[in-house]
């Protein structure tokens, strides 16, 4: 089974209830989604390889720590992913970004790609697959499908708000994958939406709504 891990800081769990709200304006609500992305990265990039470095402080020469230079990847499932990368990338700056556009059919749940642009070296990075809400699973589990199609290997997925569905989907198809939430909810509702969730991501982030 996928490791899951629910990172419930106090500063993210108050910025999540005001991003929950139907009061919380677009602009607010791409701030907050921007906020609590950069805040998860904390825990999220927590394994990042580090290697010797010899400096010099003003006293001495010191041996210390640096990162690695690991070839990092930040994979938004658009369109609402889009909002979390700048986050994750205002920590790593270095990462390349590859996207994947995928809407999930409104009859059906069943997700739908139709963009996949990647780095080349796509194999070789550890990838970031972030989304903000994880829902039936249908939509992370394609977009795994799609970056192990092309060789990727190593994926986390980061999601600010998951439902216990599609947590477990996730899992059973791909359990290599580990997902980092900032909150697992209740249930899905009848139309596939999380509860309590935060509404439609991608319509809030761009106000398409
Ligand atoms: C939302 C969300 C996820 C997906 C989650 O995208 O951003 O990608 O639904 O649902 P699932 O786990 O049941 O697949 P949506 O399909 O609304 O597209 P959008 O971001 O372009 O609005
Ligand atoms: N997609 C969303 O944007 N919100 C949900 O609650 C479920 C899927």
């Known amino acids: 089974m996928g490791k899951l891990e629910v990172i419930n800081h106090p500063l993210i769990q108050h910025k999540l209830s005001i991003l929950r709200r139907t009061d919380t304006s677009t602009k607010a609500f791409r701030e907050l989604v921007d906020e609590i992305a ?9 394994d990042l390889p580090l290697e010797d470095v010899e400096i010099e ?7 210390q720590k640096q990162l690695a230079g690991k070839k990092l990847a930040i994979v938004p499932i658009l369109r609402a ?25 409104e009859e059906t749940l069943q997700p739908v790609e139709y963009l996949v642009k990647l780095p080349e070296d796509i194999d070789q990075r550890q990838i970031f697959v972030v989304d903000p809400m994880l829902a039936t699973g249908g939509s992370a589990i394609l977009a795994v499908d799609s970056l ?4 990727a290997s190593n994926i986390k997925f980061v999601c600010l708000v998951s439902a216990p569905e599609g947590v477990k989907a996730l899992q059973e198809a791909h359990p290599d994958v580990e997902i980092f939430t900032a909150a697992l909810d209740e249930r899905l509702n009848e ?19």
């Open 81 to 105: 992913g889009i909002g979390m990368v700048d986050g994750l990338l205002s920590l790593v700056p270095a990462a390349k970004v590859g996207h994947i556009g995928m809407y999930r059919d």
């Open 57 to 63: 402080t003003p006293i001495t020469k010191t041996v």
């Open 38 to 46: 950069m805040l998860m990265g904390y825990e999220v990039l927590r």
């Open 191 to 209: 139309h596939g939406y999380i509860v309590p969730g935060l509404g439609d991501a991608g319509d809030r982030l761009f106000g398409t709504k």
């Open 148 to 151: 192990k199609k092309r060789g």
